[in-house]
């Protein structure tokens, strides 16, 4: 079965560098895109159509949105038994960002640092644990 | 209370104080003048006495001289007393405050004049020449002479003048004794209130200067935590002199309070600034230059030339705008981080930018050992990287040549780099310090004219100067001072205290 990101970021540039990136990594995965942390709970709490969606492995989650930041989205998510075995990577400007966010021990696997340029040790070492993730 | 009336009622106390000592010493030193005029009175009184009793001893002597001789020379004494005795008894009437001596004085003179009534009769009839005065002389002789009426009288006289004599001695003796005491207790008085009040004076001035240094000293408090930097704010309960000056520093501190908090508020505000220019100016740039790489990457095979060209032009100038928004980033970060000073040798730092920013075929020149400098590294690091790297940037010679040279003058050292570039026109000697001046052409991306801006705002910062000297075709000399003492030493004191 083909693997499944949920990625959640309001920002079209990003969002086309996020994929980008993920094409690169040669692999065959499912990519759904939420432009808000709103949209993002929706695709993963409601089914449509009554027919039983699968449930994405991967979620890459941008922290500062309108509506619902990526903040107040892991913490809804996290209270949902079935959603907590999704594996979360965030999209950051800062790796303090990062440090406080793990201190507040939400479960988040991974950063990406923006901007998205890949070009940074951490970035490249998520895209490296991403591409464990979706093979 | 005002501190100025309380000084003046303290010194109207003691006023005060000094006219009792005055007026007390007075009363004394009447009472010892009246206790020794009591005592020259008794002097006195003693002497007239004796005088007194001398006179009618003479005259009782010459008295009896004239009735053994009947020679009349006999009776100068007894003559000069009848006229020099009453006014002498006045006298000494008038000297007495004692009633029993004056009763005494007066039994004497009723015996002098029963005396007197005595003798005149016998003398008269002795002078007496008609032949009935013998017989009546004689008589005399026999009734009263005989009878020892004069002797008797005598006896009296000089049996009072005992006793007056003796009351007198001994008057005397009680005044002299008087006297003493007065004059003793004088003393004594005179020294107790004298310390007194000169101990009434000290513990005053002791308490004024308590009073005035501690309020004093308050103030000194107050203004030196100002100083340093905690603005308190002091209760002041009492209304004086220095009431207006607590208001003022309490006032002050306020101020001061409110401006550093609203300076923090300000660096703050800068700081939200940077961020702003960093993050969310530079971000949509990125986004222009993502999506010409985009376009590149996607449509490599359909691009035409001219499209390409202009593509490329795109992110030229993107990227030297984002240069020249890091060059201003890094231009408002001067002066603004404090970091710590430290000694920073020169010959290691150069060494090190030469690792960094010099091509190893070329060679820089430095002149005997550059000396250390206490400062802060990061603007050293700074000055030379911008100087050595124009130096190389600029430089089209075939053989680059860098020389650095350090000068000694005194309080400061002046430092130089130069160049065999092409050297600068002297119109631009100015402009090249100023931001975002350069002589490149606007694509030349790598050269944003942050640098040589950078380099006067970090060398004017620590109180230095730079200047540039150049010959077209022969290279540039930049050339700065850089001084020995570094000018925020006191502060950098302070903040560590």
Known sequence: MKKKILLIEDDYLDVESVKRALKKLNLDFEIEVAHNGVDGLSILTESPSGKNKSMPDVIILDINMPKMNGIEFLRIIKSYYSLKSIKIFILTTSAEEYDKLSTESLGVNGYILKPLNFKDEKSKATLALLTELLS | ?497
């Open chain 2, 1 to 497: 209370m005002n501190i100025r009336i309380q000084l003046f009622s303290g010194f109207l106390i003691l006023a005060l104080a000094f006219l009792v000592v005055f007026y007390v010493n007075q009363r004394l030193y009447q009472e010892v003048l009246n206790n020794t005029n009591y005592l020259n009175n008794s002097e006195t009184v003693i002497r007239n006495s004796n005088v007194l009793h001398k006179k009618i001893i003479e005259m009782q002597s010459g008295f009896r001289g004239f009735l053994l001789t009947g020679q009349e020379s006999f009776l100068t004494s007894y003559s000069a007393g009848i006229s020099s005795l009453p006014p002498l008894i006045t006298e000494q009437r008038s000297l007495l405050s004692s009633p029993d001596q004056k009763k005494r004085l007066d039994s004497i003179s009723t015996l002098h004049d029963q005396w007197m009534v005595y003798a005149d009769s016998l003398i008269l009839s002795k002078k007496d020449t008609l032949p009935e005065a013998e017989i009546r002389y004689k008589r005399l002789i026999d009734r009263k002479l005989k009878m020892e009426v004069g002797k008797k009288l005598n006896d009296m006289i000089s049996t009072v003048f005992l006793y007056f004599d003796d009351e007198e001695y001994n008057l005397r003796q009680k005044r002299r004794a008087v006297l003493q005491q007065s004059i003793q207790s004088t003393k004594n008085i005179s020294i107790i209130l004298s310390v007194g009040v000169i101990l009434l004076a000290f513990i005053a001035f002791l308490y004024f200067i308590k009073m005035i240094t501690g309020r004093i000293s308050q103030m000194a408090n107050l203004a030196d935590r100002i100083s340093k930097g905690s603005f308190i704010s002091m209760k002041y309960p009492k209304k004086d002199e220095f009431t207006k000056l607590v208001n003022s520093l309490n006032l002050m501190s306020e101020t001061l309070d409110k401006n550093f908090k609203e300076l923090k508020q300000k660096n703050k505000e800068l700081d939200q600034f940077a961020y702003v220019v960093s993050h969310d100016l530079k971000a949509p740039l990125r986004g222009i230059s993502n999506i010409v790489d985009w376009i590149e990457e996607d449509h490599e095979n359909d691009i035409t030339s001219p499209v390409g060209d202009m593509l490329h032009l795109i992110k030229g100038r993107t990227l030297r705008l984002e240069n020249m928004i890091n060059g201003l980033l890094e231009y408002a970060k001067i002066g603004r981080i404090k970091k710590g000073v430290e000694d920073v040798d020169l010959n290691t730092l150069i060494a090190e930018i030469k690792d960094m920013v010099v091509p190893t075929d070329v060679p820089i020149f430095i002149e005997d050992t550059l000396p250390v400098l206490k400062a802060q590294r990061i603007h050293l690091e700074q000055v030379f990287t911008n100087l050595i790297g124009n130096a190389i940037k600029y430089n089209k010679s075939n053989d680059p040549r860098i020389f650095i040279r350090s000068t000694d003058l005194g309080e400061y050292y002046q430092f130089s780099v130069e160049d065999n570039g092409p050297g600068i026109e002297e119109r631009y000697f100015e402009k090249i310090f100023e931001i975002f001046q350069t002589l490149q052409e606007r694509d030349a991306f790598e050269s944003t004219g942050v640098g040589l801006a950078i380099v006067k705002k970090i060398i004017e910062d620590n109180k230095g100067t730079i200047r540039v000297e150049s010959v077209i075709g022969k290279g540039s000399t930049f050339i700065f001072t850089w001084p020995k003492k570094l000018q925020n030493e006191k502060e950098n004191t302070a903040d560590r205290r």
